[in-house]
């Protein structure tokens, strides 16, 4: 395929479909709301990334914006990096160029979580060298709502169960957005199609040892007895909603029983115990995992498990989440871990 031709495809592959269109002007104006113009595009090959490839090259013609296409290969399957030559080639037929970075770390347990770090950590590091302040992510609807699930079946809170923001930090100064969280899959599907004739499948999606896989499977039963994704998603939503005017709430609240000083954080002990249980959830949570630097957030079972630790036991000291925790008469404080110490 020429470039003049791969060109012609991706500047103008929107203009004459109705449904797609609207998707790439919904894309458009988040895309122009974050007065960006370098972006880091998350690519693996599957259907959503690869729409989300499109709609970016797209957005870039007309833009003048940089993009940088990188896929993380995790290292996982004896086939993975055959699978990313795969998708190298397929996006080089349309002038895209894919960078490819390999995992060299190995991934023994809690391999999707821990997959993520190791992803989200070699974009962060690529993101640093190369100056851009803004990853896209191809998430969409379907992932929120088994994201929903996910959260519901390990007990969490409002917090939680609100899912996925648009928008998150990665260590405060790099941008994670997620501007395709209101589409379907088959509305990417069809995209990808259309565009790139082809789309990826990773086998690992099939795997029934995966949470997420088991609740994606339950897509199909789900709805033919009559519990609608759609509808999950604007409970979602809903959840969201009432997420952010806890936030609003939360912020206050957090000034008032945190202090900062050098190497270590105070959590004043008495207003702590005043609060309720879900804003205590928020108060560790936010605290480990703002001193850690860490992309995710402690499980809610843990720093609930922690609370009641606090609770019943006077000058203690736990671990978790890669914080020393002190419990002492007037203040909770945290701590990096520089020892090998046993969470108690």
Not at 154 to 164: E, H, P, T, W
Request: aromatic share 10%; charged share 30%; net charge positive.
């Amino acid at each position: 395929m020429s470039k003049k031709n791969s060109n012609v495809i991706l500047k103008d592959c929107f203009k004459d479909n109705e449904e797609l269109s609207n998707i790439y002007s919904s894309f458009k104006k988040q895309l122009n709301s974050f007065k960006k113009k370098t972006f880091l595009i998350a690519v693996s090959g599957g259907p959503d990334s690869l729409a989300l490839t499109a709609l970016a090259k797209a957005y870039s013609y007309k833009n003048k914006c940089k993009n940088y296409y990188v896929l993380v290969d995790h290292n996982l399957r004896k086939k993975s990096s055959n699978e990313a030559k795969s998708v190298k080639k397929l996006l080089k037929k349309y002038h895209i160029p894919l960078h490819v970075l390999k995992n060299k770390k190995k991934i023994k347990n809690n391999i999707q979580s821990e997959a993520r770090i190791v992803r989200y950590n070699l974009l962060e590091n690529f993101c640093r060298k190369k100056k851009i302040k803004t990853i896209l992510t191809a998430h969409n609807l379907e992932d929120q709502v088994e994201t929903f699930f996910i959260r519901l079946s390990r007990g969490s809170g409002l917090k939680g169960l609100s899912s996925m923001k648009q928008i998150n930090k990665i260590n405060g100064n790099i941008s994670l957005i997620r501007p395709l969280l209101d589409y379907k899959k088959n509305q990417l599907i069809k995209i990808s199609k259309i565009i790139f004739g082809k789309y990826f499948k990773d086998p690992t999606n099939k795997n029934k040892k995966y949470l997420r896989t088991r609740i994606r499977n339950l897509k199909t039963p789900l709805e033919k007895s009559g519990i609608n994704y759609d509808k999950i998603f604007q409970s979602i939503k809903n959840l969201a909603s009432s997420r952010d005017t806890l936030d609003y709430y939360f912020k206050n609240i957090y000034k008032e029983i945190i202090v900062k000083k050098k190497n270590k954080i105070f959590i004043n002990l008495k207003r702590f115990n005043k609060i309720n249980q879900e804003m205590k959830i928020m108060v560790l949570m936010k605290t480990i995992k703002d001193f850690t630097n860490s992309y995710y957030s402690t499980r809610s079972k843990k720093i609930i498990n922690l609370i009641n630790q606090i609770k019943t036991k006077k000058n203690a000291k736990f671990t978790l989440g890669g914080c020393i925790i002190l419990r002492e008469k007037k203040h909770i404080i945290l701590e990096k871990e520089i020892k090998n110490y046993r969470f108690s």
